[in-house]
């Protein structure tokens, strides 16, 4: 645009000095030939005329002229229409780039909805991972309890294996006991019902549990069927998310292969002029970032079906797991059930052989001794214990607290150097980033001062040459000139002389044209009497001459000389005749010349005063430049200071860095030297952790001990009890051989029964052992599984949020970018519109241009709508080139009456882009631009509703 104003401005400078000199010549044309005529100069008639007919040939000379400036002027209209279209079709382009750019902001969005919703999907995975975590941790509970019952199991075993030896021994070394009569037959009755009545509850505790272990396995299943429901929702959602993906994808390759189409249906001269402005680097940044996005959707489609599989795999190991979990439990259900039904057998077993194992009471007293001097030590030993772990625990907490109180120092300067290392990194990136954003700006500011500097070398040296082009016309014309001032002045001198005649002779028209024919009839009357007086002389002469004698010899004299004064007189009157003739054909001609060359005139001084007004716009134009080029040096010598104090600064903050570096490297060395302190003391915490175990496992024993104690405690009560019957009974005579060999034969009967039992108890533990670790250690790792996928998850979730946001901020730049080019596009088509109107104003452009004009405006906006139209719905039209129609043509009615394309009101699409009502009353708001101001800039807001929705 700026060669084109250059030449503009170029034309419009020769013209003003073409015309200023056709001014000059004329004044001094019009004071040589005052200055000729005061002294009285006159030429002939022939030099007059060669006069006017140079004059003429250099009117048709300076007529040529005018005609090539008024071609030159077309030309520049042409120019001026073709760069409009050229800048409408730019619009078109930027706007469908606009339009592609919300899409790609739609799609964007949609894939950050969809991101959102994965991740609310994985924070639903891991409660259900934390949900089943929780459940291995109560399941291992379970394991461990049973393993701790079957352990006591063994014990109680073992301890009746040893009591049932030892009253074998005992009933080996007794002598035979005697029952004294029914009584204490009824007293041994009663005490074995006891005794089979506490083992029923003991068989009804165990069937409780059994019962409870059966609800916890129903349990777990429901648990199992809701988490399979809960994974087939699951996957409908996930085959949602793939049909929502699958949409999307066509939706952007839709609109690809729409912006596609829309750029090869576009003509090629559109392409040429985006690469040949600055919209070029524009249009391909956007294609650069429409390929950008393509592959950033293709990853996330990735990384989604990566997803899906790992979700997949998860899904089938959970239900292998739960599969075998689940038949592992039915298994020990059964073998559980199995073992309640030998529990019964035994028992019952048992409450026939207890009613043999009444001889065991004094084994037990001796027992009880020893068990009481075996406490006594133990309480001794105890309290040695218990007085050294006091003294420990002293010790210890002295240094805990000690070393607790060195730690909280050392956490608290290590948090303030976390903080201080934090406020550095973040004061230091966002140094960088501002020393980023200072380099981009320099760069961008040293490219515009380039083109700047490039432009300004370009019009230097077309104006330089220009210059040379027009003072060698002007040598030229001014060498012509001074050949032809001499012409012009004897031409102008009896110009001057004709003009004077032609207004006596108007001044006679209008003034005296009835006193010129008084005159003329009073001279014809004259001479008609002096005639008959000379006739009536002659008639005289001839009657005396006739009388006289002489009269033959003097006759001839007088009649020659009659007619020679007849024949002069006549000579005369017809020279006069044709010279008044002569007279008032040239005078017709210079009248007929003279208009010709006023009117000429006329038009002359129209086209210079229009041409001051556009020179006054351009002067007024290249003010405004030239001061905002000023601005611009201005704006670029403060960007240096600023960029120089940044560097300044910036070589502060390199020092501060270097400084603070140094701090950080010398808080690392403390940092270690803090973490081998903690290493020590984490070490000297484990063996204090060591100690505790140990004095928590010396505890242990001793409540165990006290258990023991208690229900040997309370066995030895029974057996006090026993063992005053037992002295009653032995009053009474001595138990014989054969009743003897019974109970002997019934203890070896118990003790086999015991000794198969515990077995079979130890066998089934030990083969169930394996199989629960094995299901822990697979639950275990499907758990440590499922951490790292969550985790890869979570990266892979930080990364993609990233990339969007990084993706806004791009989409972001772009928009603004697109908005400051809309803005300048709009205002060249302001300082265009407004010279198409001072254009008008002044009546030069003829209607049938105008209407040229329009019309190549309308069939450019039509082509821009079908090159802009997508394949699936029609874009809203408007009726706002018809108004321009209207507004430049002085046939607007009929050309609205016979429009042959009558354009219907914008109609609403339902893609690419929904319109509220308020955008369908800015639709059928006035577009014509003749209401608004000269230099008022046209906003967004005022254009038309096609170019907002293009």
Do not use: W
Request: aromatic share 4%.
């Amino acid at each position: 645009m700026k060669s084109l104003e250059d030449t503009i401005k170029d034309q419009n400078r020769s013209l003003r000095n073409l015309l200023m000199k056709l001014a000059e010549d004329l004044r001094n044309s019009h004071q040589r030939c005052a200055s000729n005529d005061a002294k009285g100069d006159t030429k002939s008639k022939e030099e007059l005329i060669e006069q006017v007919r140079q004059l003429e040939a250099e009117i048709q000379h300076y007529n040529e002229i005018v005609a090539q400036l008024e071609e030159e002027n077309r030309q520049f209209k042409n120019n001026l229409i073709q760069k409009k279209s050229d800048i409408s079709q730019a619009l078109g382009a930027l706007k469908r780039s606009d339009m592609d750019i919300s899409n790609l902001s739609q799609n964007i969005e949609g894939m950050v909805q969809e991101r959102d919703q994965h991740v609310k999907e994985i924070a639903m995975l891991n409660e259900e991972l934390q949900n089943n975590k929780q459940e291995l941790k109560q399941l291992i509970k379970l394991h461990d309890e049973l393993e701790e019952a079957f352990k006591d199991q063994k014990v109680t075993l073992e301890k009746t294996n040893q009591e049932l030896q030892e009253k074998e021994a005992q009933m080996d070394i007794l002598p035979p006991v005697e029952l004294n009569g029914p009584e204490e037959l009824k007293q041994e009755i009663e005490r074995t019902r006891r005794q089979v009545f506490t083992k029923e509850k003991q068989i009804l505790d165990l069937k409780s549990k059994l019962e409870h272990m059966q609800d916890n396995v129903k349990q777990f299943q429901e648990g199992f069927r809701k988490k399979e429901l809960d994974i087939k929702r699951r996957d409908e959602k996930i085959d949602e998310l793939h049909k929502k993906l699958k949409q999307a994808d066509r939706k952007s390759v839709f609109s690809e292969a729409y912006t596609e189409e829309s750029y090869t249906t576009s003509n090629t001269s559109d392409i040429d002029i985006v690469r040949e402005g600055h919209l070029a680097d524009k249009y391909e940044e956007t294609v650069q970032e429409n390929k950008t996005l393509k592959d950033t959707i293709a990853k996330l489609e990735q990384q989604l079906q990566e997803q899906n599989s790992n979700h997949e795999d998860m899904k089938v190991k959970m239900k292998h797991a739960s599969d075998e979990r689940i038949a592992q439990l039915e298994a020990e259900l059964k073998e559980l059930k199995d073992e309640n039904i030998e529990y019964d057998e035994d028992n019952r077993h048992l409450s026939q052989q207890l009613e043999a194992m009444v001889g065991e009471i004094e084994i037990l007293q001796r027992e009880h001794k020893q068990l009481q001097s075996e406490k006594v030590q133990c309480m001794n030993e105890i309290s040695k214990m218990e007085r050294e772990y006091d003294d420990a625990v002293c010790n210890k907490d002295q240094a805990i607290n000690h070393l607790s109180e060195q730690m909280k120092l050392a956490k608290e300067a290590q948090d303030v150097i976390k903080a201080e290392a934090t406020a550095f990194k973040r004061h230091s990136v966002e140094l960088e980033s501002e020393r980023d954003k200072l380099y981009a700006e320099n760069l961008k500011l040293a490219a515009e001062v380039e083109e700047l500097e490039v432009e300004l070398n370009t019009a230097v040296n077309t104006t330089d040459g220009n210059c040379r082009s027009l003072q060698e016309k002007l040598e030229r014309l001014e060498c012509t000139v001074k050949e032809k001032e001499n012409e012009l002045d004897n031409a102008c001198r009896e110009l001057e002389k004709i003009q004077k005649y032609l207004e006596q002779c108007e001044c006679k028209k209008h003034q005296g044209q009835s006193d010129e024919i008084i005159r003329l009839t009073s001279e014809n009357k004259m001479f008609t009497e002096k005639i008959r007086a000379l006739q009536d002389e002659l008639a005289r002469y001839k009657a005396r001459l006739d009388n006289c004698p002489c009269a033959d010899i003097k006759r001839n004299i007088p009649e020659a000389s009659g007619c020679c004064g007849l024949l002069k007189l006549q000579a005369e009157n017809t020279r006069l005749t044709d010279d008044k003739v002569k007279h008032e054909k040239t005078v017709k001609e210079l009248q007929d010349e003279l208009c010709q060359k006023n009117y000429i005139i006329f038009s002359l001084e129209e086209c210079v005063d229009k041409t001051n007004k556009i020179l006054a716009d351009c002067e007024r134009e290249i003010k405004e430049l030239h001061c905002h080029r000023e601005c611009l040096k201005k704006d670029f010598a403060t960007v240096k200071v600023e960029l120089e104090k940044k560097n300044y600064e910036i070589a502060a903050h390199k020092a501060d860095k270097e400084a603070l570096q140094e701090q950080v490297h010398t808080l690392i060395e403390m940092n270690q030297q803090l973490g081998k302190d903690n290493m020590q003391y984490a070490k000297q915490d484990q063996v204090r952790c060591e100690i505790e175990k140990k004095i928590m496992c010396l505890c242990e024993d001793y409540n165990t001990l006290l258990k023991d104690f208690n229900a040997r405690d309370e066995e030895l009560d029974k057996i006090k009890e026993q063992f005053e019957v037992l002295q009653k009974c032995c009053k009474t005579p001595f138990i014989h051989k054969e009743e003897f060999k019974r109970l002997k034969t019934a203890s070896k009967e118990i003790r086999t029964i015991f000794s198969s039992q515990s077995k079979k108890t130890s066998f089934r533990t030990e083969a169930k052992i394996p199989e629960c670790t094995k299901c822990l250690d697979a639950l275990v790792d499907n758990t440590g599984s499922r951490k790292i996928d969550c985790k890869l998850l979570e990266q892979k979730n930080n990364s993609l949020s990233t990339e969007v946001i990084i993706m806004k901020k791009f989409v972001h730049d772009i928009l603004i970018d697109n908005n400051n080019l809309k803005q300048g596009i709009l205002n060249l088509l302001t300082t265009v519109i407004d010279k198409l109107k001072v254009l008008e104003g002044h009546g030069t452009i003829c209607p049938s241009t105008v209407e040229i004009v329009a019309r190549a405006l309308t069939a450019l906006e039509k082509k821009l709508k079908e090159s802009a139209k997508p394949s699936c719905c029609p874009i809203p039209k408007c009726t706002c080139m018809k108004e321009i129609c209207m507004s430049y043509s002085r046939k607007s009615c009929a050309e609205s009456d016979s429009d042959p394309d009558p354009k219907p009101k914008s109609t609403m699409c339902a893609a690419p882009r929904e319109i509220c009502n308020c955008e369908e009353e800015s639709l059928t708001c006035d577009c014509s631009m003749e209401d608004r101001p000269m230099h008022e800039p046209v906003m967004i807001r005022d254009l038309c509703a096609c170019e907002v929705v293009l």
